[in-house]
């Protein structure tokens, strides 16, 4: 762990949140504003105007710099095209209006310069806002962007984007949406620590991908948090030490050294058979975002990809859709890379806490985004999308084995729509002489209420089903899954989710349809046996919990199981649930 040594010690503060994403991180907090920044106000007098000039024209010239820098940094990685962008970016910089009208505001009105330029900007938003057309949409996005990086500069704070992180920081922000996860770069981020959200966030999910400790729900600490505080973050247990003593930190280097060990002893039967201890057969896949994680899927041994969401490479660029071609060459790399084993792409999910500009345009605003438009009700709305991606994965399809996963079906009508319409896309795929594959099955994400309660009727429409319990138990519970106030109702072991679970899969299996779990539950030490014993065919999750997950089962029999089972559903309380639960697991990770 790198040792930071801040100038002069401050008493140690202790923060408790959501233990989001494994790991012990040690580092300088970078704190970053992603959202409305608390810009001051307040009177300048006559003689201090030259001095309000001078930190104006300071803050231009910085985000000049720090824009042109990007540009080059984008242009060389990503090509011209993608840097295109930050022309607009600069352009915005040096519009006359812009300065031209704070400059005046700052002169009419003796206000402090942030204020005056925070109040022109949001003029012209407001102007724009008001306005249909698309490149208007995109021109008020440049003067956001644009925006928010004068005033970081005039604040002096780094909030501008997680990309520009120079050295290896703790990031520390009021959410993080899922393009600032996949704007940053893994060697720069040490940990995510954030205000809101809680373990299925997507972003935080994104983070578990990236192998990068989280810890979110703190409610506070971005406030509570200075730019360079050393932290000490423990994705295990949810806690963060705000300038952690000597003692704490000494004592985390042995818990860790510990936990190092036994990762170690995990490791070691990463070649051994995915049995049980009297034979009995299970399947461990990987969640995965893309082709870059397939070594990961590979060293652990994982069995394929059981979901690879596709989302992460539609927010690389969020004015922008990917095009068929961009998604066919980023899918065919997946399936090639798999080597032979089967990878479940799973149509695009946006909306929710996903929103998407280009697909929603910059002001939209879904009063409910997780029972809003999301997922396949987008798809279905709008089919130039759906056709585009269908193309590209039944064209991957050619590559390796694939399956096609669909998220958030609430009835068995929108599954013939979507069946119905893959035909279409094959006939056209034909027509246009294009090579595919035929016999690629369609499954359904069970993560909707109403779906588990119609397995029976989805089963004859689907090849497969797969269980999204992060979905699944914000809708049974009505909790939503990102807000980290209600985090702790968010509780996957109250009676109604586990009954919920066993009789999906129950009938599922008595329907003859292959059924897995790809929800972050299917990765910890608690469910998985239980998933195992109910009868799953399958756990999938990210690589990293693949060798944990397999030493546990490993240690489990079929009589273990149906113990397990039996005692789970005798007892009516979260509290019983899971006290059963982690005494199955932990008698076994040892
Ligand atoms: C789920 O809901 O459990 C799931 C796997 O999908 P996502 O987390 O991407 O919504
Ligand atoms: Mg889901």
Same mark, same amino acid.
């Given at each position: 762990m790198p040792e930071p040594t801040p100038a002069e010690k401050k008493p140690?503060?202790?923060?408790?949140?959501?233990?989001?994403?494994?790991?012990?991180?040690h580092g300088l907090a970078f704190?970053?504003?992603?959202?409305?920044? *608390?810009?001051?106000?307040?009177?300048?007098?006559?003689?201090?105007?030259?001095?309000?000039?001078?930190?104006?024209?300071?803050?231009?010239?910085?985000?000049?710099?720090?824009?042109?820098?990007?540009?080059?940094?984008?242009?060389?990685?990503?090509?011209?095209?993608?840097?295109?962008?930050?022309?607009?970016?600069?352009?915005?910089l040096d519009d006359p209006a812009l300065v031209g009208e704070t400059l005046k505001m700052l002169h009419a009105e003796r206000l402090n310069i942030e204020h005056c330029f925070r109040f022109v900007t949001r003029k012209y938003l407001g102007f724009f806002g008001r306005l249909e057309d698309s490149f208007v949409r995109?021109?008020?996005?440049?003067?956001?962007?644009?925006?928010?990086?004068?005033?970081?500069?005039?604040?002096?704070?780094?909030?501008?984007?997680?990309?520009?992180?120079?050295?290896?920081?703790?990031?520390?922000?009021?959410?993080?949406? $899922?393009?600032d996860t996949a704007s940053i770069r893994k060697d720069s981020v040490l940990a995510f620590v954030t205000d809101s959200g809680n373990r299925t966030s997507h972003a935080v999910?994104?983070?578990?991908?990236?192998?990068?400790?989280?810890?979110?729900?703190?409610?506070?600490?971005?406030?509570?948090?200075?730019? *360079?505080?050393?932290?000490?973050?423990d994705g295990y247990e949810g806690v963060v030490y705000v300038n952690p003593s000597e003692e704490t930190l000494w004592s985390y280097g042995r818990v860790e050294n510990a936990r190092s060990v036994f990762r170690q002893k995990m490791l070691g039967e990463t070649d051994l058979p995915n049995v049980t201890a009297d034979g009995l057969p299970f399947v461990l896949s990987a969640n995965v975002n893309g082709a870059d994680e397939m070594p990961a899927v590979l060293s652990c041994r994982a069995q394929g990809v059981g979901l690879y969401r596709t989302e992460e490479f539609f927010f690389k660029d969020t004015r922008h859709l990917p095009s068929e071609e961009e998604q066919y060459a980023r899918y065919a790399a997946t399936v090639a890379a798999a080597g032979g084993e089967p990878v479940v792409i799973r149509t695009l999910d946006v909306g929710g806490d996903k929103p998407h500009e280009a697909l929603f345009g910059a002001n939209f605003k879904d009063p409910n985004p997780f029972m809003g438009l999301r997922a396949v009700r987008v798809c279905l709305e709008r089919p130039e999308v759906f056709r585009a991606q269908l193309r590209a994965i039944l064209r991957a399809g050619?590559?390796? $084995?694939?399956?096609?996963?669909?998220?958030?079906?609430?009835?068995?009508e929108e599954m013939l729509q979507v069946r119905a319409f893959m035909e279409e896309t094959k006939a056209e795929l034909r027509r246009d002489g294009l090579a595919f594959s035929e016999n690629i099955p369609l499954g359904a994400m069970l993560e909707v209420p109403s779906a588990t309660l119609c397995v029976d009727i989805l089963a004859r429409h689907c090849d497969f089903f797969s269980i999204g319990t992060n979905d699944l138990v914000q809708y049974l519970l009505a909790v939503d899954r990102g807000n980290g106030r209600i985090a702790h109702l968010y509780e996957p072991c109250n009676p109604a989710i586990l009954r919920v679970l066993r009789d999906t899969i129950h009938t599922a299996?008595?329907?003859?349809?292959?059924?897995?779990?790809?929800?972050?539950?299917?990765?910890?030490?608690?469910?998985?046996?239980?998933?195992?014993?109910?009868?799953?065919?399958?756990?999938?999750?990210?690589?990293?919990?693949?060798?944990?997950?397999?030493?546990?089962?490993?240690?489990?029999?079929?009589?273990?199981?149906?113990?397990?089972?039996?005692?789970?559903?005798?007892?009516?309380?979260?509290?019983?649930?899971?006290?059963?639960?982690?005494?199955?697991?932990?008698?076994r990770m040892v």
């Open positions: 140690e503060r202790r923060l408790v949140g959501v233990a989001a994403a494994p790991g012990v991180a704190v970053f504003l992603h959202k409305s920044l *608390d810009v001051p106000q307040y009177a300048v007098s006559e003689s201090a105007l030259a001095a309000e000039e001078h930190r104006f024209s300071e803050a231009l010239i910085a985000s000049r710099r720090q824009i042109s820098l990007l540009r080059d940094k984008v242009a060389s990685e990503l090509g011209e095209k993608e840097a295109e962008i930050f022309d607009s970016h600069l352009m915005t995109e021109r008020a996005a440049d003067v956001r962007d644009v925006a928010k990086r004068v005033l970081d500069n005039l604040l002096g704070m780094h909030g501008a984007s997680l990309s520009e992180i120079a050295d290896r920081h703790i990031v520390v922000a009021a959410d993080l949406s $899922p393009s999910i994104m983070s578990r991908s990236l192998r990068i400790p989280a810890v979110v729900g703190l409610l506070e600490a971005t406030s509570l948090i200075r730019p *360079d505080d050393d932290l000490l973050v050619t590559s390796g $084995p694939v399956k096609i996963l669909v998220p958030m079906i609430a009835s068995a299996k008595r329907h003859g349809v292959p059924i897995g779990v790809c929800g972050e539950l299917a990765g910890t030490r608690t469910f998985a046996p239980l998933f195992l014993a109910l009868g799953a065919d399958s756990l999938s999750m990210t690589p990293a919990l693949v060798p944990e997950i397999r030493y546990l089962l490993r240690r489990t029999t079929r009589a273990a199981l149906d113990e397990l089972a039996g005692r789970v559903f005798s007892e009516t309380s979260p509290r019983g649930i899971k006290a059963v639960l982690h005494a199955f697991a932990s008698e």
